[in-house]
């Protein structure tokens, strides 16, 4: 949610903030603007909407400056506008703000009570006018600042300009919002991640919960909360150009759903040695119970675990969206262990389940694709994804790889519990290592699936239907669908059809079900005759086997899978159909509205 970009340095920077912003168009936002110092003066151009509309402002009115800072905008308080939207300014300050101020009204009051006049309706216009008051006082720019971050309640980033200083930029983070310092040759950089900069520098650092950082062309100073000199490890990202940009697609989104056999082998093989699992020791047997907690994709994939820890390793899981895992206070085992799953490796929801984890002696097993993200950095282990960047905002590749680690996890864990034999272990991981393939021989199918995508175009509800280890991959694939092509869409276990869903069937309502020909199938296969007498379409994802006692109906045949498997290829044929309807419909596929990839706010 919402993007910082920041150049501090000797060459002109609108431009180029302009060229960072684009990369940041993927974390989700409905404004856009830049500021800049030109000979001292503060300068500023907004827009409401996309990117495009603040570019084509530019071209009639260029910025002048080498000292800059850039935004993209989720709105928060008050609606997208150009009023609302960042940087936010009072005279003498520019900044630029992700996160929530949660004290906000408090401050505002206050600051009204002296007199500041707001011309916006967001909190983060309070924290200008925080800072100016402190100006008032005659202390310097970084002493202003460090008195009002005291001030400040919340979870938030800023990089803030000061009219009259030239060549000095300073930014501060507190709780879950990123952000990264980039330094290059007479020039430093901010950015909320590395992406941010991979067209300005390879070098980064992060800061730490409570840090802020004065940026000058040729030095960065950084701070903790109480004010003292830190040092922060600078390191190389791996992030390239090319690595966030379209090649050959037309939109991200298809580009990372065709990457998927790629990633997948990539990740299996980071974590498979001699054709088994190679985790670091982890005392399996001595875990009652796992707890999981992720959000939205995320989540999906913990559900997925869930039948895997239990059936495999006979391991008890409990899991919750961490946005209610975090208030429930649940109790949890002593000593147990808990993961948590998150792409980004920033939400907040997530990121507050992982204290209270701590709070209860848990160990903290984290899963996540970018390496220095805050979950990553704070857990005991971390297991990355190697997905690369993944840029379109419905996860596609990350959700996948997650599962890959999940599955390698689950399997680890009951051959050391002593549920699965070497010998199974070995079968288990070849199915694994198979996978590329079989999304190979999915994406093949491409045509069949637009076919599909067509029936879907003109409809306003669809629902989803698995039974086991397939209702979870329902649940993916309704999500999917409703993110990017605003169809409603609902997912439910086969089980429950009689108990309540049955009553939307018609035959303007189309029932997608996942059902793989494994050992709950006739039960499946009995849900889709319920379907069918009521006049509802049904498409079913099955294999040849079960296509063969579903000869009657619309059938995408997939190849056969096991437990194991399944998730995975029948993911992916769900992902195509969400695309294709959504092109087919004329959506914005990588950036649907109201949509984030990094929600870093409650």
Request: glycine share 6%; with cysteine.
């Amino acid at each position: 949610m919402c993007g910082i970009v920041g150049i501090v340095g000797v060459c002109p920077v609108a431009s180029r903030l302009l060229h960072a912003l684009e990369k940041l168009e993927y974390r989700g936002y409905d404004s856009a603007g830049i500021a800049v110092l030109h000979e001292g003066k503060l300068d500023r151009l907004r827009a409401e909407g996309k990117l495009i509309n603040l570019k084509e402002k530019y071209v009639s009115q260029p910025l002048d400056g080498v000292t800059g800072i850039g935004h993209t905008r989720w709105a928060t308080h008050g609606k997208p506008s150009e009023s609302n939207a960042h940087p936010q300014a009072n005279g003498k300050v520019s900044l630029v703000h992700n996160g929530i101020i949660e004290n906000h009204a408090e401050l505002r009051e206050a600051l009204l009570k002296k007199g500041y006049v707001f011309e916006s309706e967001t909190d983060t216009e309070v924290v200008a006018h925080l800072i100016a008051s402190y100006l008032q006082t005659n202390v310097s720019p970084e002493q202003a600042v460090s008195q009002a971050l005291k001030k400040l309640k919340g979870a938030f980033a800023l990089a803030i300009l000061f009219e009259g200083h030239p060549d000095f930029l300073v930014v501060a983070r507190q709780g879950g919002s990123p952000l990264a310092i980039g330094y290059g040759k007479d020039e430093m950089y901010v950015g909320s991640d590395a992406i941010a900069l991979v067209s300005l520098t390879q070098d980064i650092c992060y800061l730490e919960d409570g840090d802020w950082a004065i940026l000058t062309p040729k030095s960065v100073s950084i701070f903790d909360k109480e004010d003292r000199p830190v040092q922060r490890n600078i390191k190389r990202s791996h992030v390239s150009e090319s690595a966030v940009t379209k090649g050959t697609y037309s939109h991200f989104m298809l580009k990372e759903i065709h990457e998927q056999p790629h990633v997948l082998e990539a990740t299996f093989n980071a974590y498979v040695k001699e054709k088994i699992p190679a985790f670091p020791p982890l005392p399996w047997k001595s875990f009652s119970r796992l707890t999981i907690s992720a959000c939205g994709t995320a989540y999906y994939a913990g559900l997925i675990a869930k039948y895997w820890f239990e059936k495999f390793a006979r391991l008890p899981v409990e899991i919750d969206v961490a946005s209610e895992f975090r208030y429930r206070t649940p109790p949890l085992p002593a000593q147990g262990l808990s993961i948590l799953i998150s792409q980004s490796g920033e939400t907040i929801d997530t990121l507050a389940a992982l204290e209270y984890m701590r709070s209860q002696d848990q160990t903290i097993l984290s899963i996540v694709n970018v390496p220095e993200s805050s979950i990553s950095r704070v857990s005991d282990i971390s297991f990355l994804t190697y997905a690369g960047p993944e840029i379109g905002v419905a996860s596609t590749k990350a959700f996948t790889t997650q599962l890959m680690v999940l599955a390698l996890l689950a399997l680890d864990a009951a051959h050391k519990r002593g549920y699965l034999t070497d010998e199974a272990l070995a079968k288990a991981c070849h199915e694994l290592s198979c996978l590329p393939a079989f999304c190979k021989d999915v994406l093949a199918q491409d045509a069949n699936i637009r076919a599909i995508a067509k029936s879907l175009v003109n409809v306003k509800d669809v629902l989803f239907l698995g039974r086991g280890i397939s209702f979870p991959i329902a649940l993916e694939g309704a999500l999917k669908l409703k993110e990017i092509s605003y169809i409603h869409a609902e997912a439910y276990p086969a089980g429950e059809l009689k108990h309540g869903p049955i009553a939307l069937l018609e035959p303007s309502v189309p029932v997608i079900v996942v059902a793989p020909f494994d050992d709950l199938f006739e039960k499946t296969a009995s849900n889709i005759q319920e379907v069918s007498a009521r006049g509802a379409p049904v498409i079913a994802l099955t294999d040849a086997k079960g296509a063969e006692h579903l000869s009657s109906l619309n059938c995408l045949i997939l190849p056969e899978t096991t437990t194991l498997t399944a998730p995975f290829v029948y993911t992916v044929p769900l992902q195509l159909l969400a695309y294709h309807t959504a092109l087919l419909k004329g959506t914005d596929v990588d950036q649907p509205r109201n949509l984030a990839k990094s929600v870093t706010v409650e």
